[in-house]
């Protein structure tokens, strides 16, 4: 288990990062979102010590040294890799690195490689790949020596959702290994998806930290999805209801000023009738993720 | 596999394998092979022109002619006819034909042109010679007659010991000695600090250092260098070797080391031993200060700019060195001889002039390798720092922020 406690980190008079605590248990995903500029890069510098920080960041209780970085995978928020090596001789390279021997790595790129529907031959040189499949060799570079801790800085970024459902499935089989992993996310449907845990920073602090259930539960049943044959302004009509919104055709989002008051508006709404869809629940990590960033809902 | 000596090898390897590498490496030989074979074609073709043809009916005096004076002489011509044709057709300078009978000998030079004054002393020479002998058999002279006629004039000469030769080497080797060191330090300066800076800020570094630390990969990269480097002057040697052996089986250029025997063996000697160390010690240090320049440039488009402080380095010793080349013992030509970056001039330029002793030179030695550690442990230290940092401020807050980044 990955823990981080009290990280602080100043760059002159700015604050990247202040009192930041987290744990990214073992056989967990644990999601950190947050807008750009939020911290999230500066937290996983910090982990992998790229940086000097305040705070104390354990692995297993332990600082991190050299003998860890054979059990890190990490991915990093740009695509990089060294153009002139072949896609074998990059994956055997950086494998290597993980003190993975050659002769261990070389019989599974084939299996990777196919794994992650790379289009091209292992020969193939990573200048003459296309930058989809560039992103996919840079993503079995962090899964191939079966990391312990895994650190993905925006994996999604660029994917197609096919490509995305992909990386879903390794990311998942990973944790299903044992590891734990962080990810940094924009998409919360990406994160909602396949995280276990979340923790949301907001100019370098902590605003969100639990399970997805916990996290949504924190802001109470505010919304209700119903559909119906009302009218938007009838709805507008019930009471404790603050804003309607028309989601498609006759389904609305109704949000309400008081989430103990779903049973009234129930009443009010059905009258003892059938209704098709009558659905209460707590806001979407989108409608979190807006609201604790400061940004208004549409 | 040690982290660091992985990174060696694909640095190496990336570079060995590289064509601009290959060029490098095979340009000399190929220019070499070149000349060579241009002085090999023109010296056969002209060597021919040069010489002559024998012809006589007695063979015992051909014989005679042809062993006193085998390089001038085209022995595979032997009758009038053939030697007349090769005339006209300006394969041969000419023909001599030599006759005998009991009391002279008559040699006849058929030629387009006149006959070089080398060959006319040569046939006098052999005709005189050979006159000499028949007079003595013709003379009927007594043991004691014959033993008198045969007494030799003497003639001495004593030469006083002179050390042109010996300064002669010396500013041969100079000259060769500083000339490699720039020239081995330009390319590599250049290679070490484009590789070094096409890395940087460049998101595989940051894979690398979750892998490795920086001071292990900075040392690992600055090995592979050596490594290419080494792997140069080895085919240098190599290559210059055969080439040399090649070369002893040309006349001219074999006569030519022959003669000056006593000028080569001192530039090699001058060229090996201590001075090769300290012009490999003297790449290694411009090398690594070459890969600090590489990681202290902004982005990794700059990378062409990288090589230029330690070019600048290596030209300002360069022309330093120029004018105590002639006065190796001046104090400040002794100083700059302990100062790393300069003594890899300066050292091997007072070893060739004889004025520096063991102990100076073992100094400036322990200086210099001492220099190296501090320099690839410091610059390890702070590698990380370098490397990641991104943005585009100005080199001297790059270099400042930099050399304050400790971990």
Redesign the interface.
């Known amino acids: 288990m990955l823990t981080i406690n009290h990280l602080h980190k100043q760059f002159g008079s700015v604050t990247a990062l202040d009192d930041v605590s987290f744990d990214v248990p073992d056989k967990q995903i644990t999601g950190l979102i947050g807008q750009n500029g939020s911290g999230k890069s500066t937290t996983f510098?910090s982990i992998?010590?790229?940086l000097?920080y305040d705070g104390e960041i354990r692995w297993n209780g332990q600082p991190i040294k050299?003998a860890d970085?054979?059990s890190?995978g990490?991915l990093?928020?740009?695509?990089?890799?060294?153009h002139?090596?072949t896609i074998e001789q990059q994956i055997v390279?950086?494998a290597?690195?993980?003190?993975k021997p050659a002769k261990e790595i070389r019989p599974q790129i084939d299996g990777w490689l196919k794994k992650f529907a790379v289009k091209g031959k292992k020969t193939d040189k990573i200048k003459d790949l296309s930058k989809g499949n560039q992103q996919k060799v840079?993503l079995i570079?962090?899964l191939i020596h079966h990391p312990k801790l895994i650190?993905l800085d925006e994996p999604f970024s660029g994917l197609d959702p096919v490509n995305a459902d992909l990386l879903k499935n390794a990311i998942l089989e990973a944790r299903d290994q044992g590891a734990a992993i962080i990810f940094s996310s924009h998409d919360m449907a990406n994160v909602e998806a396949v995280c276990n845990r979340l923790v949301m920073l907001r100019t370098g602090e902590v605003v969100l930290n639990g399970t997805i259930k916990e996290v949504r539960d924190q802001f109470g049943k505010s919304e209700i999805y119903v559909t119906t044959d009302w009218t938007e302004d009838q709805l507008k009509q019930l009471p404790h209801v603050v804003k309607v919104q028309n989601i498609r055709g006759n389904r609305f989002l109704l949000r309400l000023d008081d989430p103990e008051k779903g049973p009234e508006v129930f009443e009010k709404l059905t009258n003892g009738q059938y209704i098709e869809e009558f659905s209460q629940q707590p806001p979407t990590l989108d409608e979190i993720f807006r609201m604790k960033a400061g940004i208004k809902h549409e | 596999?040690n982290?660091t000596f992985?990174?060696a090898i694909?640095t190496y390897l990336?570079q060995v394998k590289s064509w601009s590498f290959i060029m490098l490496v095979i340009s000399p030989f190929i220019l070499l092979a070149i000349s060579l074979g241009i002085g090999y074609t023109s010296a056969t073709s002209s060597s021919d022109q040069q010489r002559i043809a024998v012809i006589s009916e007695t063979p015992a005096l051909r014989k005679q002619f042809i062993k006193a004076n085998q390089d001038d002489v085209k022995a595979s011509v032997t009758t009038t006819a053939a030697a007349k044709k090769s005339v006209n057709n300006n394969k041969l300078a000419g023909y001599l034909v030599l006759s005998a009978d009991k009391a002279k000998v008559t040699g006849v030079y058929h030629s387009t042109d006149s006959i070089t004054n080398g060959m006319r002393t040569k046939v006098n020479v052999f005709l005189a010679q050979t006159q000499h002998q028949l007079n003595l058999a013709n003379a009927n002279l007594s043991s004691k007659q014959m033993k008198s006629l045969a007494v030799q004039p003497a003639f001495k000469q004593t030469i006083k010991a002179s050390h042109g030769g010996a300064n002669f080497a010396k500013i041969a080797s100079f000259w060769i000695l500083v000339f490699m060191i720039y020239m081995i330090m330009i390319t590599y300066s250049s290679v070490t600090a484009q590789e070094i800076a096409s890395e940087k800020g460049?998101?595989?570094m940051?894979?690398?250092?979750?892998?490795?630390?920086a001071s292990k990969y900075f040392v690992g990269k600055i090995l592979g260098v050596f490594g290419v480097i080494l792997t140069q002057i080895v085919v240098y040697i190599v290559g210059g070797y055969g080439f040399f052996q090649i070369a002893m089986h040309l006349d001219n250029i074999k006569q030519l080391i022959t003669d000056n025997r006593s000028l080569v063996n001192a530039i090699i000697k001058n060229m090996l031993g201590v001075n090769l160390v300290f012009v490999f010690l003297g790449v290694i240090i411009y090398t690594i200060i070459s890969a600090f320049s590489g990681a202290l440039v902004a982005k990794a488009e700059d990378a062409p700019k990288a090589a230029q402080p330690a070019i600048y380095l290596s030209m300002i010793a360069f022309f330093l060195t120029m004018p105590f080349q002639s006065n190796s013992d001046a104090l400040i030509s002794k100083i700059l001889s302990y100062v790393p970056f300069f003594s890899s001039y300066f050292m091997p330029m007072r070893i060739i002039n004889d004025n520096a002793s063991g102990m100076e030179i073992g100094l400036s030695l322990g200086i210099l390798i001492a220099s190296i550690l501090l320099l690839t442990w410091y610059i390890g230290q702070i590698y990380?720092g370098l490397i990641?940092q991104t943005d585009d401020t100005s080199f001297w807050k790059r270099l400042r922020r930099g050399l304050a980044y400790?971990?």
């Open positions: 510098h992998l010590n790229f000097k050299e970085f054979d890190i990490y990093p928020e740009e695509r990089s890799l060294m002139k090596l390279y950086l290597r690195l993980k003190s840079q570079v962090t650190i | 596999m982290k992985i990174v694909e990336r460049t998101k595989v940051e894979i690398i250092f979750s892998s490795t630390k990380e990641l400790q971990k």
